[in-house]
Antibody, heavy 122, light 107 residues
């Protein structure tokens, strides 16, 4: 069974660093992309970036480039989303999601993690 | 950037009704369009991909159509479990944009 297991909820103060994780299981982790999606309270879905754990090829949404860092450790089938200095406006639910590699066709996000709630407050 | 616009923002319908949600892209995306359902407090769930292909395990009352810039999601006979918010997403290449969502309520 394919699963994406995300790390638990975080409460941070403005200016603190943060790293959340997404562990894949039940499939070959290095053969699929992992995307990160933000959902602010009561709002819609926003794509942040995507990484291919096989070679760490990473693409960012222009809206999030420079604000977050996406990485992966294929040895433990885990992708990460990190901030060097969080702000109150980073308060949101963050989802990871899987995307199949291109094979004569593009693919959407077929499996999602359960989400990690990040709260930033002084 | 490609913008995705959904309509309506909210709809209320009765069990058994036929429901249609529309999604418009700011430029042609061929058939690279997906639909997701999200229930409160849960992650989104993929319903439709490549504009009209039904994801495995999704009830056949859900269907999608369209090409280029105009797309629709149809629920042929609304069921109580179909409440939630529906999002379209374009996914061409390494660009992904979601529509703003359509909240479906059961009367």
């Amino acid at each position: 069974e394919v699963q994406l297991e995300q790390s638990g909820a975080e409460v941070k103060k403005p200016g603190e660093s943060l790293k959340i994780s997404c562990k894949g299981s039940g499939y070959s982790f290095t053969n699929y992309w992992i995307a990160w999606v933000r959902q602010m309270p009561g709002k819609g879905l926003e794509w942040m970036g995507i990484i291919y754990p096989g070679d760490s090829d990473t693409r960012y949404s222009p809206s999030f480039q420079g604000h977050v860092t996406i990485s992966a450790d294929k040895s433990i089938s885990t992708a990460y989303l990190q901030w060097s200095s969080v702000k109150a406006s980073d308060t949101a639910m963050y989802y990871c999601a899987r995307r199949q590699v291109y094979s004569s066709s593009w693919h959407p996000f077929d499996y999602w993690g359960q989400g990690t709630l990040v709260t930033v407050s002084s | 950037d490609i913008q995705m616009t959904q309509s309506p923002s909210t709809l209320s319908a009765s069990v058994g009704d036929r429901v249609t949600v529309t999604c418009r892209a700011s430029q042609s995306i061929s058939s690279w369009l997906a639909w997701y359902q999200q229930k409160p407090g849960k992650a989104p769930n993929l319903l439709i991909y490549k504009a009209s292909s039904l994801e495995s395990g999704v009830p056949s009352r859900f269907s999608g159509s369209g090409f280029g810039t105009e797309f629709t999601l149809t629920i042929s006979s609304l069921q109580p479990d179909d409440f939630g918010t529906y999002y379209c997403q374009q996914y061409h290449s390494y660009s992904f944009t979601f529509g703003q969502g359509t909240k479906v309520e059961i009367k």
